[in-house]
């Protein structure tokens, strides 16, 4: 059975950092395009990152773009997304989720997603 | 870049159908996905490839897509099926994810 597990959101002030996790267990990331995408509480959805199952195709949305990294750790089945210079428009509930045809953006497995805050 | 446009709410009475509406330009030609996502839940895909449904999703969940409108239609609409739906396309030019701005479903 597949299971994502986000970690790591919290309050963080402008301009700070944070990095995000996500475990995986029942599926290997190193086989699998997985991303990012966010939802501020009432809101709708936002993608903001994807990682290809090599690691070699890695894309951004324009709002998260130089700001944010996306990553990969094999060994641990673990996906990361590390922010940096963190604004209140960031405030969201992060999900990873799993594509389960690479880049047609069919997301059939996704975490339970983690609040981050940015707020001083 | 690519724009979907959902209505923000749709009402309908139970054992009724309900249609959701996903506007976007030649959206015909793309692939069109649907999630329905309640309160406090991730979303759940109900609806991809446009008119195909995961394992366990009730036959009562179908999808069209033509023109500039991509469409999901719920038969006998349950209690249960209140949520918010998105819809999404992959933008091939950008290489990104594209989800509409969603839809509230209250059943009255």
């Known amino acids: 059975q597949v299971q994502l597990v986000e970690s790591g959101g919290g309050l963080v002030k402008p301009g700070g950092s944070l990095r995000l996790s996500c475990a995986a267990s029942?599926?290997?990331?190193?086989?699998?395009?997985m991303n990012w995408i966010r939802q501020v509480p009432g809101k709708g959805l936002e993608w903001l990152s994807y990682?290809?199952?090599?690691?070699?195709?890695?894309r951004y949305a324009d709002s998260v773009w130089g700001r944010f990294t996306i990553s990969r750790d094999n060994a641990n089945n673990l996906l990361s997304l590390q922010m940096n210079s963190l604004r209140a428009e960031d405030t969201a509930i992060y999900f990873c989720?799993?594509?389960?045809?690479?880049?047609?953006?069919?997301?059939?497995?996704w975490g339970q997603g983690t609040l981050v805050t940015v707020s001083s | 870049s690519y724009v979907l446009t959902q209505t923000p709410a749709v009402s309908v009475a139970p054992g009724k159908t309900a249609r959701i509406t996903c506007g976007g330009d030649?959206?015909?030609?793309?692939?069109v996905h649907w999630y329905q996502q309640k309160p406090g839940q991730a979303p759940v895909l109900i609806i991809y490839?446009?008119?195909d449904r995961p394992s366990g999703i009730p036959e009562r969940f179908s999808g069209s897509n033509s023109g500039n409108t991509a469409t999901l239609t719920i038969s006998r609409v349950e209690a249960g099926d209140e949520a918010d739906y998105f819809c999404?396309?992959?933008?091939?030019?950008?290489?990104?994810?594209?989800f509409g701005g969603g839809t509230k479903l209250t059943v009255l």
């Open positions: 989720a799993r594509d389960s045809r690479p880049t047609a953006g069919i997301y059939d497995y």
């Open positions: 029942g599926v290997s990331l190193s086989d699998n395009y």
């Open positions: 990682i290809s199952d090599t690691g070699y195709t890695i």
């Open positions: 999404q396309v992959w933008d091939n030019i950008r290489d990104h994810c594209v």
């Open positions: 490839y446009n008119d």
């Open positions: 030649t959206i015909g030609r793309k692939s």
